[in-house]
T-cell receptor, first 117, second 112 residues
């Protein structure tokens, strides 16, 4: 198993440009999420999905869109990049299932370091 | 909703000494408490977790303790080594909820 694969690893964007961060997992996990990590602020949830066709907003969703057309893929789209979106982005998945106390370890992708100039 | 506070934000200890990182949570319904380690430039990875029906869990040099009454849990690392230098995150969740609530992180520095 590759686990959670996230691309690209590094990206520089100009203000106003758009791009998509890719995330794929091969563990058949229903729950997937996107975080941004800024110094001293821990992990902040952007968007999440509890299954194919279902997405919802997290703590800091503005400026980002997501979709979940398959169980495996959960891309994050930056609509019009702003310098405030300079951050490290992590995709994560877990085997959370409603009503079941299963192993719910969150597996993270390698991260994308995004700089908006 | 749930809120998780983590202290200290930075911890510097001498190699070989012990390190303790503490987290408090607000939702008494939370019943799952993981700890993640993030080395510089790497992804966070689970190092230990505990459920609310257990008061303590150990794995070699690391242990986690949980006090449900006081709503706090702690990570203990004994005989610290240079490879323990990293940022450590605590989190809390209710099993019926998908969302982990994260602490802000503790940067652990091991001094030679």
């Amino acid at each position: 198993n590759a686990g959670v694969t996230q691309t690209p690893k590094f990206q520089v964007l100009k203000t106003g440009q758009s791009m998509t961060l890719q995330c794929a997992q091969d563990m058949n996990h229903e729950y997937m999420s996107w975080y941004r990590q800024d110094p001293g602020m821990g992990l902040r949830l952007i968007h999440y999905s509890v299954g194919a066709g279902i997405t919802d907003q997290g703590e800091v969703p503005n400026g980002y869109n997501v979709s979940r057309s398959t169980t495996e893929d959960f891309p994050l789209r930056l609509l019009s990049a702003a310098p405030s979106q300079t951050s490290v982005y992590f995709c994560a998945s877990s085997n959370w299932v409603l009503g079941r106390s299963v192993n719910t370890e969150a597996f993270f992708g390698q991260g994308t370091r995004l700089t908006v100039v | 909703g749930e809120n998780v506070e983590q202290h200290p934000s930075t911890l510097s200890v001498q190699e070989g000494d012990s390190a303790v990182i503490k987290c408090t949570y607000s939702d008494s319904a939370s019943n799952y408490f993981p700890w993640y380690k993030q080395e510089l430039g790497k992804r966070p990875q689970l190092i230990i977790d505990i459920r609310s029906n257990v008061g303590e869990k150990k794995d070699q040099r690391i242990a986690v303790t949980l006090n449900k009454t006081a709503k706090h849990f702690s990570l203990h690392i004994t005989e610290t080594q240079p490879e323990d230098s990293a940022v450590y995150f605590c989190a809390a969740r209710v099993d019926s909820n998908y969302q982990l609530i994260w602490g802000a992180g503790t940067k652990l520095i091991i001094k030679p």
